[in-house]
Structures are given as structure tokens and as C-alpha cells.
């Protein structure tokens, strides 16, 4: 799903030499940057300053691709991790330092700062339109960002992409292995391919899979349905023989799945509900984890275990 038009990232970008044949000069468009009335995402191109002053990093961050593809002196697209913002996709652990394009000549270009342009073949299909620029389509986008990331980021685009039907796993298999295969840094894509699941839906829950695969605990059935009658669960990630499931609790999950004027209180009260009434119906035992959790695996992984030890011995 492409950025839609009317997204403040895609907000007017004037160059210095047009505000300058607008009888702008270089003092008075200084003058503006420091009052605040206009903005200047990079060198040589400005923006309306509140509108820029209301956008994330990450929107700020596609400002300037737009920018620097509006001052290419050579047809270029907005590639790898710097095509992610326009698809409406995350940008986990990934650095916006730079902004990557893809010539569509294949021609070597000049290094200019703050960008990275690369060299490589664009077949039917790669591209796509969003409003002033072309991108990489998600499959391309995320071969591509594969290769300039480790797993665990490549893995929250795929499923991110996978989840939302922009294209399977067979399809993506089969564009990987149309050359792409054979592309610098891409060893670990073959891997990246294996782990990629269209039932994780969020960046927590691909974080939690892939956390889960790197500890060696084993592979659980993501999206498990519980069903008694009326009522119906899904669980994050359920190992059913070991009589555990685990549930990642970020504020996303709770806005996403709350129903209308309910309150994030009233959301995290029902989801305790649901959670008792799973381990009546199963008699498993829930383990919920955050971002904090993540980011201390060492402690995670004793606690994931610890839970499923307990649950045997219980079970026994």
C-alpha cells in the first residue's frame, strides 16, 4: 500500500534556484530557515517550516529522499531502506542516515554526501509510482534491504509485506532466485526467505519469532486459534506441546485492537480476560513480553524456560 498523496511527507519541495527566480536570495531564504518559516530538509532545498517541524524522523527522513531525487541530475528512484517510507512500511533498527537510489541507467554516479546511489538491473515489476517519485516495489525493496541489514530488521519488513498481501513467498522465492541471488552481502537472504511468515502481523511479533529461532527454543504455531463455541483467540505464538503460549504486549497491539470508545484501560482489562479464559479452556500457562524483555535476551530466554519447565512439571 503506497503512500497516499495527501501525506505530509509529500509535501511541496521548492529548490533554491526557484525561490531564487522567485526573487527570493540568499539572505532572505537564511532568514526564513532561522524564523522558522521555512525548513531545509538538505542543502538547496526548502520546505514549509511547520509542516517539517511536525513530521516524525522518519517522515522527515522521506522529505529529504524526495528532496534529493528532485536534485538528481540523473533518473533515479528511491531505494532499499530509503523505498520503505513511501510503502508504508518499518523502518526498525535501520539507519536513516543516508539516502539510498538506484540509477535506472545502471551508469556509475557521482558520491555526493549523505547519499548512496547503487548500481543494478530493474526488470518489470521492481518499480512502483507514489506521487513525484518511483520506488522499489516491496518485494525488490525488501531483497534489497536485505542486504544492507542483518536478519532481524530484513525479517520485520518481509513479514510486514508478507502479512499484508503485497506479494507470497513463493513469489518473493522466485524473484531472489532471478539473479538476485547473486548480489553482494545477500548470504543471509536465503535464511532471511526460510523464517518469513505472513501470519506475524507486527514488529514486536517478528522481533519475538525471530528471538524464539536465534535461542534455539522450538518453532511455534503463530496466530493459534482457540475456539470454545461463541468465543474465539488468537495467540501470538503457541507451543501446544509444551503446553505454553506467549503474547507480546506493546502499546500498538492494544490501539490496534481496540474496540470503539474503549479506552487502552478498558482494552488491557479484557485482554486479561481473554488470557483467563484461554488457560481455562487449554490449561496452558501465558508468558507476555515487552520491549524491555527483548532487549535483555539473556534474561528473556531463562524466563521463556523457566515457564516451560514449570508448565511440564505441572502437566506431569
Known amino acids: 500500500m503506497p503512500m497516499d498523496r495527501q501525506h505530509p511527507c509529500m509535501t511541496d519541495i521548492a529548490l533554491r ?3 531564487i527566480a522567485l526573487g527570493y536570495t540568499d539572505r532572505s531564504l537564511a532568514r526564513a530557515v532561522g524564523h522558522g518559516t521555512l525548513a531545509k530538509p538538505r542543502r538547496g532545498a526548502y520546505v514549509d517550516g511547520p509542516t517539517w517541524a511536525a513530521l516524525t524522523r522518519e517522515e522527515q527522513y522521506a522529505v529529504r529522499i524526495r528532496a534529493v531525487l528532485r536534485q538528481s541530475c540523473a533518473e533515479a528512484v528511491a531505494s532499499h531502506v530509503s523505498a520503505l517510507p513511501f510503502l508504508e512500511a518499518p523502518t526498525w533498527a535501520l539507519p536513516l542516515d543516508l539516502v539510498h537510489t538506484t540509477r535506472k541507467d545502471r551508469k556509475a554516479g557521482r558520491r555526493e554526501a549523505g547519499i548512496k546511489q547503487h548500481l543494478g538491473e530493474l ?18 525493496a525488501t531483497l534489497e534491504v536485505a542486504t544492507m541489514s542483518g536478519v532481524e530488521p530484513a525479517l520485520v519488513v518481509l513479514n510486514h509485506f508478507l502479512h499484508r498481501g503485497d506479494f507470497t513467498a513463493a513469489q518473493i522465492r522466485e524473484r531472489y532466485e532471478m539473479g538476485m541471488a547473486l548480489w553482494p552481502d545477500s548470504l543471509s537472504t536465503d535464511l532471511l526467505l526460510r523464517l518469513g511468515d505472513p501470519r506475524i502481523a507486527s514488529v514486536g511479533e517478528s ?6 529461532w536465534r535461542h534455539h527454543f522450538p518453532s511455534p504455531e503463530p496466530q493459534f486459534e482457540v475456539r470454545d463455541g461463541p468465543f474465539l483467540a488468537f495467540l501470538d505464538f503457541a507451543f501446544p506441546e509444551l ?6 504486549d506493546g502499546k500498538e497491539k492494544y490501539l490496534r485492537y481496540r474496540r470503539p470508545g474503549e479506552s487502552v484501560a478498558d482494552a488491557v482489562v479484557r485482554e486479561k480476560q481473554r488470557e483467563s479464559t484461554v488457560a481455562e479452556l487449554t490449561g496452558w500457562r501465558c ?7 527483548l532487549a535483555d535476551p539473556t534474561q528473556l530466554s531463562r524466563r521463556i524456560r523457566a515457564v516451560i519447565v514449570s508448565a511440564q512439571a505441572a502437566r506431569r
Do not use: N
Not at 526488470?123 to 516491496?138: H, N, R
Not at 508468558?287 to 524483555?293: Q, S
Open 17 to 19: 534556484k526557484e525561490l
Open 123 to 140: 526488470v518489470e515489476g521492481d518499480l512502483i509510482a507514489v506521487g513525484d517519485l518511483e520506488c522499489s516495489a516491496p518485494m525488490r
Open 207 to 212: 522481533r519475538t519469532y525471530y528471538f524464539l
Open 243 to 248: 503446553g505454553v503460549w506467549i503474547e507480546f
Open 287 to 293: 508468558l507476555r513480553i515487552t520491549w524491555a524483555d
